[in-house]
């Protein structure tokens, strides 16, 4: 089982918790995140998909001009391939890293896209909190657009540690492209 990212230190040949992803996108200032590739990709994956985001929120402004929308569109096609940079990065210290049986089922996507997925979850789930800054004295209430958010991250949180889970006990391996 992956070491549990208690007081900022993990393995560094070791899969990254869910605890300590969660923890990587969420502290930009986190000096223990640099420690571990996976983290520090984790990390600038959240800072593409909240770049896309803004992009995204600027192209669609109802004042955009076609000039705006144009540049907005370019930066959205860099940011994308930084992603793809990124999300290949890790999926190179997996294939380096990561002690694959021969015969373990196989798993879909990658380290990097299922990573990659999250940190798009958790900035739309941040982006959801956001917009609904309770003014209400029920600050624990969530709309239910944020609560999905938060829900749907939390299921793919679940599913990224049952497969880290399956990945070190040698009952599923990732695909390495």
Known sequence: ?????VAGRIGADELPS???LL??????????????????????????????????????????SS??????????????????????????????HVQHRAGASLHTETLGAVIDRMAAKWVAAQYA?????????HPLQLDDDTHLQWSRLAELADGYKDLITDVTEHRRRLPVW
């Open 1 to 5: 089982m992956p070491t549990e990212y």
């Open 18 to 20: 869910p605890e300590a």
């Open 23 to 64: 923890r990587a996108f969420r502290e930009p200032d986190d000096p223990h995140r640099h420690r571990h590739h996976v983290l520090a990709m984790a990390r600038a994956l959240v800072e593409c998909h909240e770049r896309r985001h803004n992009a995204l929120l600027t192209a669609h402004a109802p004042d955009a």
């Open 67 to 96: 000039g705006c929308v144009a540049r907005c569109l370019q930066l959205i096609d860099d940011i994308h391939a930084h992603r793809t940079e990124l999300v290949g990065r890790i999926d190179d210290w997996v294939d380096t």
């Open 129 to 137: 909190l956001s917009m609904s800054a309770p003014a209400d004295p």
